[in-house]
């Protein structure tokens, strides 16, 4: 893991995202938004709970992988964070510090010839630092 | 009229036909796409972190060659190059000091100053065709096809970019009940295809085709429209897996939205349909006679 | 005193206790007090506000011949009335005081002894150079009569209605419905005892409708309010009902109308004839023709059934259409009360989309005997009994995200709403498992939380964490998706019926109703009241009251006590039957007028006419004095706030280094607030801001800022309320013309536009007041150290 102390955690994902975390009064509607919280292992809400009460380990959750990106958090969240860049902010910590999560050598060749190249490039941008 | 238009990477490879159809059916309602010269990468993704300048260099490109081509609006097909450069120009318009720096950045470019507005091809076709006008120009129209809409993320979030409501949009439907067809509600209209997961994390895609595909179905739905070559190939061509894992499943054939549009303007589907579609919709399409000419 | 006596001042610097003393070095400031001009007695005392020291002020007064007096304390919100009551004891007319507000403004936020002690000098130079300036005035009385209009016939306009018509005075209640109630009329039982509203409320409505000192005007709407308290000229504009007195409510003429259309008071839920009645029990207690959908137009009669089947001959179709009434009132009270969140404008939850997503005020005529199914609780797809019902609670409320429909407050009632509710099904339908999706429960009232405590028992499910997606299953059933937040677990949990917990919010007339009566609302779009706490019930215009949910969302006890207070508080102003005006109005020299009719057509209250040359109603002015500042001749003096006052307020603040100094001009009602607010929450922020105090910022004249600059300023900052919230209506927005123009005016005198600024700041925003203030004086050192670079800073 990172060696962050709960402060720098804090300072850092606000910074990057340029979100206030801490407007969070936790309804927990991003969770039920998002179409993929059933393969997280920390709900979004919790995400959020977690980068309020200072615990570094959401950097070890795949929730922050899970995430695709796709808005439908932040289209809902009462209090206007825009969770996606939250998330995305945890990615970047950990891709900027040389955590790759996807080689894109170990894509099956059957997969490279049909699959889009957004796909990639995407999964490149998100997954790769 | 002619329209400058921005293909993006997917259009020229795996989604063909989106791009014949879109052109065909276009030319049918008197509009030429006229592609962009030079184009690169759109981008693909938004930059979502405060300090990544780099990641907006690729869109700022595109509409710098929008610019040196003396136009003001640049039309997208694909839902995430439209949804990326918009982005990246809705950036730019709130961070002046960004944009400078940009500029300064690409020295070997002349300055973007901001003018180019971008466009998704559905826009255009509400706000400027009208879809009153299409539906004059419709000679076959779709009765009795049941059409799913399928919105995805990236033509609707976030508001600023979303070309419709991001809860409620209409457009697709309007467009479907334009071309005679009937358009089936389903609640997942909105929700996420499982986009670049289908590199890594097959499975995850293969359930949320599962949930959105049933759910058309079970809604009654027959086809599906897509405006994004990805969630094409998520919600069609992961059709295999999906029926893999899961038993009893009914494949849905799935359309680019144009090419829907390009049926029922009467044009022969045989110009562009490929082998790229997984599901072949031919059967469906020959079921309601929209093959013969 | 006459005019041209020598002032003879009186200063007493306050220590209160340690609160100024423990920072500021009264001493010293009592000392330097003395050597101002016109000073004849400066003291330090410990507490200025103590009877004691008032005897001694007034003792001074007398011995000392003192005929101006200044007090170097708190802040003038807090004992500015006190010692003008001592100045009137002494027999000194009570605008010759003067407050130097040296504790908020100065111990409470400045850590530095020096520069807070040198701050409070500057602070008490300033106001005894105010003070010598002051001049007398009597206030004025106006006549105020006993004629009370009360605009909006629900629970709280009724029960304000009677409480004056008890006391005798002469009532005119108008409701723009054809039956008065508002939506306590809608409702089933009450919480939090559960009693029937229709029994508790119908004698009140039978007690309006006979009351000799009532006039009920249903149908009706205010059309044009002129005039000020005790004077007060409205026009009432209302439909005929076709409907005479001589009915009987026999209802022989319902069955026979062929017009069936949905029906408003049961929210759409059934369906109503073109002769209708809202309840049994409705008042007034005649039929009412709804003239829109009857089959009858103007001067043409198709259908005569309903004239035909009544027995008595009260239908009446000669009556005029509409009718147009004046009438003569001395006070006001508002009490339109507030519309239930619609969840289509939002598209919530697929309201009006699917047929079992219902609010709870449609829940409320489904399970209300004299609903649409007669209190049989069905649900609205199939009529079937529901076996799973859920409640979203917040639906429209807590949405501080700009980008979505909703409101940011809490309606404090929903909560409440769903628990009554929970109950009521609990009592119908024993099995039927009832969820309540929640964020946080409040139920903070008497017998609230009791109420609370008997859902849980009553097995009721409380589930913390909304839902986002509801979807529809084929038998009409919806699944919820959401997160159980305290189990941190998905869930998709199907319900047969899905009731949303809707907020409360401003009526879609109020902005008529604001504009009509020129009283201010707030941000929310509530009617404002004239200090949230103090003054919960009055509005900034004296005469005008506040009752019910018109002022925020309100259940209805809250709403009868609100409507209690504002008769009293009108009975208050009638009983005495006259009132004294703040002597703060504007007054024309006529001689200078050149009856441009500028200050006509800036002045937010019609208070200010040009007839040969401009002339001021006093008792409509309410002194903001922005005519004053537009006056092209400076025709206009502006009492207690004269142009020479400020500019000597201006002049003795700049009097030393005036390069280190800013001016900030802030108006009454919100920034001066704002910075005591600052005070009280010991904001530290930047001592070299002198405040400035006008009524409004609207009052700002050019030439106060042109003299700063003139003297070396460093700077000089505008503050006032956040726009759509001046006390006086539009003050703050010719306030930001103005700084518009000299910004231009500065640039053409090579005054760097950095050094001026223009800021909004409300009375609750003491930490954005000391953030304004360090960035601008921020903006100014910088400014200093690198004058050529002219950086451009925003103050946010
Ligand atoms: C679903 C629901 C359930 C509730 N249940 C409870 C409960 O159990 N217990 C409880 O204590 N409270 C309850 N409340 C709250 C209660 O309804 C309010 O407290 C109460 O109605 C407020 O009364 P009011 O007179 O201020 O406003 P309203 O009831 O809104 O009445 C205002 C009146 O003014 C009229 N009006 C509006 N504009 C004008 C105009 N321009 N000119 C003339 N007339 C006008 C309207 O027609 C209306 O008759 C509930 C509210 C809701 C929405
Ligand atoms: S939707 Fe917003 S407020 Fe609610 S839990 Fe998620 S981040 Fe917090
Ligand atoms: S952006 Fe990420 S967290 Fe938000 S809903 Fe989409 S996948 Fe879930
Ligand atoms: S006259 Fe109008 S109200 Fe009377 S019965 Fe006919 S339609 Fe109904
Ligand atoms: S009262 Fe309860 S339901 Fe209503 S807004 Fe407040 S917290 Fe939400
Ligand atoms: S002081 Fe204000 S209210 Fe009075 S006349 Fe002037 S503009 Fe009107
Ligand atoms: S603005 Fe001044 S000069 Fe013009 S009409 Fe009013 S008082 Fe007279």
């Known amino acids: 893991m990172l060696e962050l102390s709960s402060k720098e955690l804090q300072r850092a994902v606000e910074e990057l995202s340029g979100q206030k975390v801490f407007a969070c009064y936790q309804c927990g509607k991003c969770s039920a938004s998002c179409p993929f919280a059933a393969e997280m292992d920390l709900t979004p809400r919790q995400v959020l709970e977690y980068i309020m009460d200072g615990r570094v380990e959401v950097l070890n959750s795949n929730t922050i992988w899970i995430c695709a990106s796709c808005f439908s958090c932040m289209a809902r969240c009462p209090n206007g964070i825009d969770i996606s860049k939250v998330m995305e902010a945890l990615r970047q910590l950990l891709l900027r510090s040389g955590r790759d999560q996807l080689d894109l050598l170990k894509i099956p060749e059957a997969d490279l010839k049909e699959i889009p190249q957004i796909a990639f490039i995407a999964g490149a941008r998100k997954l790769i630092g | 009229m002619k329209v400058l238009y921005y293909p993006g990477c997917s259009l020229k490879t795996v989604a063909e036909s989106f791009e014949r159809s879109a052109k065909l059916a276009m030319a049918a309602l008197g509009v030429e796409l006229v592609e962009l010269e030079r184009w690169n990468c759109c981008g693909t993704v938004s930059a979502l972190t405060t300090d990544d300048l780099m990641h907006q260099l690729a869109p700022i490109r595109n509409l710098i060659r929008v610019q040196e081509a003396g136009e003001e609006r640049l039309v997208t097909l694909c839902a995430m190059c439209y949804n990326t450069l918009k982005r990246a120009d809705l950036w730019v318009a709130q961070h002046p000091e960004e944009l400078a720096k940009i500029n300064a950045f690409l020295d070997e470019e002349p300055d973007y100053r901001g003018k180019v507005r971008v466009l998704h091809l559905l826009e255009l076709l509400r706000d400027e065709l009208g879809f009153a006008t299409v539906k004059e120009r419709v000679v076959r129209p779709l009765t009795g096809l049941r059409v799913i809409p399928y919105y995805g993320c990236l033509l609707l979030r976030p508001r600023e970019v979303g070309l419709d409501s991001a809860e409620n949009p209409r457009i697709l439907e309007d467009l479907i009940v334009a071309l005679g067809a009937e358009p089936v509600d389903t609640p997942y209209k909105t929700q996420c295809c499982g986009s670049y997961h289908t590199t890594t994390h097959k499975e995850i895609v293969a359930k949320r085709a599962h949930a959105i595909l049933s759910s058309a179905r079970e809604h009654g739905g027959e086809v599906l429209i897509s405006s994004c070559p990805l969630c094409s190939f998520n919600l069609d061509n992961r059709q295999r897996l999906v029926r893999e894992l899961y038993d009893g499943f009914a494949p849905v054939p799935v359309l680019y939205f144009t090419e829907l549009l390009g049926l029922a303007l009467g044009l022969d589907p045989q110009a562009w349909i490929s082998e790229q579609h997984y599901v072949d919709p031919r059967p469906l399409l020959e079921e309601h006679q929209l093959l013969k000419r | 005193m006459s005019e041209r006596e020598e002032p003879r001042v009186g200063v007493y610097v306050c220590h209160c206790g340690t609160n100024i003393a423990g920072v500021v070095d009264v001493e010293e400031v009592a000392k330097a007090a003395q050597a101002l001009p016109g000073v004849v007695v400066a003291k330090h005392t410990m507490y200025a506000c103590s009877e004691a020291t008032q005897r001694e002020i007034i003792n001074d007064v007398q011995q000392e011949k003192l005929n101006r007096v200044v007090v170097a304390a708190c802040s003038p919100k807090m004992h500015e009335p006190t010692f003008r009551a001592a100045l009137e004891r002494a027999g000194l007319n009570k605008y010759l005081f003067e407050m130097a507000n040296i504790r908020e403004q100065d111990s409470w936020v400045h850590k530095d002894g020096h520069k807070a002690t040198e701050k409070a000098k500057d602070l008490v130079r300033m106001a005894v150079a105010r003070a010598r300036l002051l001049r007398a005035y009597e206030e004025r009385e106006l006549p105020v009569g006993e004629r009370v209009l009360v605009v909006g016939g629900g629970i ?25 109630g508002g939506h306590m009329a809608q409702l089933d039982k009450t919480f939090p005892t559960l009693d029937c509203s229709t029994c508790i409320l119908a004698p009140k409505m039978a007690e309006v409708a006979r009351h000799k000192n009532i006039t009920l005007l249903t149908n009706a709407e205010v059309t044009e309010v002129t005039g000020f308290v005790g004077n007060f000229k409205v026009k009432v504009r209302q439909k005929a009902r076709f409907v005479t007195s001589e009915c009987t409510a026999c209802n022989e003429c319902v069955p026979v109308c062929p017009v069936a259309v949905p029906d408003e008071f049961n929210m759409g839920l059934g369906l109503r004839k073109a002769i209708y009645k809202s309840l049994p029990q409705a008042v007034p207690a005649e039929y009412a023709i709804d003239i829109e959908n009857c089959l009858n137009k103007p001067n043409l009669l198709v259908c005569e059934k309903c004239l035909e089947a009544c027995s008595p001959k009260a239908i009446d179709f000669e009556q005029p259409r509409e009718k147009e009434l004046e009438l003569a009132v001395d006070t006001v009270i508002i009490a339109i009360g507030a519309d239930p969140y619609d969840p289509s404008k939002g598209q919530d939850y697929g309201y009006g989309k699917y047929e079992n997503v219902i609010t709870t005020i449609d829940f409320e005529r489904i399970i209300a005997p004299t609903g649409p199914t007669n209190g049989k609780l069905l649900r609205p797809s199939d009529l079937g009994k529901p076996q799973r019902i859920a409640f979203i609670q917040c639906v429209g409320s807590r949405i501080a995200n700009p980008e979505l429909v909703g409101n940011p407050y809490c309606s404090g009632i929903c909560c409440m709403v769903s628990i009554k509710q929970a109950l009521l099904i609990r009592e119908k339908l024993p099995e039927a498992e009832i969820t309540i999706y929640y964020i946080d429960i409040r139920a903070k009232g008497k017998g609230f939380e009791e109420m609370y405590r008997r859902a849980r028992l009553a097995g009721i499910r409380f589930i913390k964490g909304l839902p986002a997606e509801v979807l529809e299953n084929d038998d009409g059933s919806l699944t919820l998706v959401g997160e159980n937040i305290l189990l941190g677990e998905l869930y998709e949990h199907r319900h047969d019926l899905v009731i949303l917990s809707v907020g409360l919010e401003a009526r879609k007339e109020s902005e008529k109703v604001q504009k009509l009566l020129g ?55 009638m009983k005495e039957g006259k009132i004294r005006i703040e002597a703060l109005t504007a007054e024309v020299r006529e001689e200078m007028c050149v009856a441009c009719g500028i200050c006509e057509s800036v002045c937010p209250f019609n208070a200010i006419h040009v007839d040969g040359t401009s002339k001021v109603t006093e008792a409509a002015c309410q002194g903001c004095g922005v005519c004053a500042a537009s006056c092209p001749v400076g025709a206009i003096t502006m009492h207690n706030f004269t142009d020479e006052q400020i500019l000597a307020q201006v002049e003795a603040a700049l009097a030393e280094r005036p390069e280190e100094k800013a001016i900030v001009f802030t108006c009454n009602w919100c920034s001066y607030a704002g910075a005591d607010m600052a005070g009280t929450s010991r904001l530290e922020y930047d001592p070299s801001v002198r405040l400035i105090r006008l009524m409004c910022s609207g009052r700002l004249n050019p030439k106060f800022v042109l003299r700063a600059f003139e003297l070396g300023a460093a700077g000089v900052l505008v503050t006032g309320c956040h726009p759509g919230e001046c006390h006086y209506q539009s003050g703050n927005y010719r306030a930001l013309s103005r700084f518009q123009l000299l910004q231009g005016l500065l640039r053409s005198l090579g005054i760097a536009e950095e050094r001026f600024g223009l800021e909004w700041v409300s009375a609750a925003e003491g930490e954005r007041f000391s953030q304004v203030v360090n960035a601008f004086a921020d903006r100014l050192r910088r400014l200093r150290a690198a004058p050529e670079e002219q950086e451009m800073v925003e103050v946010h």
Do not use: M, N
């Not at chain 3, 306009?157 to 008065?180: H, M, T, W």
């Not at chain 3, 506040?546 to 259940?555: F, H, I, V």
């Open chain 3, 156 to 180: 709280a306009g009724i029960q304000a209605a009677l409480d004056l018509a008890d006391s005798g005075y002469k009532v005119f209640l108008v409701e723009k419905e054809p039956f008065i």
């Open chain 3, 519 to 573: 009283v201010a609302r707030s941000s929310d779009g509530f009617f404002a009241e004239k200090h949230p706490k103090l003054e919960p019930v009055d509005t900034a215009t004296t005469g005008i009251f506040l009752a019910g949910a018109a002022e925020s969302p309100k259940d209805i006890r809250e709403s009868s006590t609100q409507a209690k207070a504002a008769a009293s508080r009108a009975a208050r102003l």
